[in-house]
């Protein structure tokens, strides 16, 4: 789930994951409360948890959301895991526990493994600080909108002092792992990234527009998860807020998010706008394009933060093979479209949140890059036709 701003690692371990809704690892953040080392203090939050219900701990639980969504017992979901034992363990993070679990595909009781649907099985930590807050937070948002690039959620169990969620599987894993994790021997190619970006992009276009607008708050590389066709999905709306007000610019907040995704208004402020958003997706479309993390401190002084070294040369034609895109994916794209994502990136980056594009706009700029390379493919297709009839005459 979302983390409190988190202060990078020295080693990212394959082995210490994220609560991932897929099958690859990726890695743990470490927390460290940003109103502790700057002493700001903490402001009011609105929950935006939608309810009427409480099981007598001063707990609201959401209503509405919830009768749209199954409800498992414990017992379920114990059976449809293996009793949680750890062959069925996906992951790790500050929520608690995810396990991977069998169902029935229309009914969703119980199944022998390798029958019915893999799902995803979220157990909370009781030790967890915000756990139980970011359940509700789940519920409330997946269980009010619908979209192809949002993980589904599928049900819930709140049995005594169990709290679970169960979500749809993703097969892929997550961005992050496929973008970092030193173990992938097939790096993602421009194509893929691309179509991944594309995705995302319409997943947070849709929540921006929906009818009541919700800013995801914790955008980064780890919550985007992919199916089977690398079709990205965003997950993880532990942090998700209801847009501001009729009248109102933003939503005043706790500072709680992930380093280096974060925009400057929101770490400066604890004002939350819709285009905070755009940062942070600006910074993942940064890590597509170079294939580095956003932060690493085992990188050269001066290029441990992502953005702040990149971005001088991403308005920088010169600069744009040499220095900013991956030399993984060289030949696989045409300078045109490279140089179009470079200042699409620049843009999402601004520090002034007036000067970034909306995600519809976004969205927009991503499709027509994606089309520069259909173009170019036709033109040479047509070309080659072309001389291959010369060389028959």
Known sequence: MGVCFASPARRQSPNSTSPQLGSAPGSRDLTVSLESVEGKSEVSEESGVVGSSSNGSGIVFPSEEMRRLKEFSFAELKAATKSFKSDALLGEGGFGKVYKGWLHEKTLTPTKAGSGIMVAIKKLNPESMQGLQEWQSEINFLGRVSHPNLVKLLGYCCDDVEFLLVYEFMPKGSLETHLFWSGNTVPLSWDTRLKIAIGAARGLAYLHTSEKQIIYRDFKASNILLDEEFNAKISDFGLAKLGPSVGDSHVTTRIIGTYGYAAP???????????????????????????????????????????????????????????????????????????????????????????????????????SIQAIKVRRRKRNKHCSKFAAMNNFQ
């Open 265 to 367: 208004e929101y770490i400066a402020t604890g004002h939350l706008y819709v285009k905070s958003d755009v940062y942070g997706f600006g910074v993942v479309l940064l890590e597509l394009l170079k294939g580095m993390r956003a932060l690493d401190v085992n990188r050269p002084s001066g290029q441990e933060n992502l953005v702040e070294w990149m971005k001088p040369y991403l308005s920088d034609k010169t600069k744009l093979k040499s220095d900013i895109m991956d030399e993984k994916i060289e030949g696989q794209y045409s300078t045109k479209a490279a140089l179009k994502a470079a200042q699409l990136t620049l843009e999402c980056l601004q520090n002034d949140r007036n000067k970034r594009p909306s995600m519809k706009d976004v969205l927009h700029t991503l499709e």
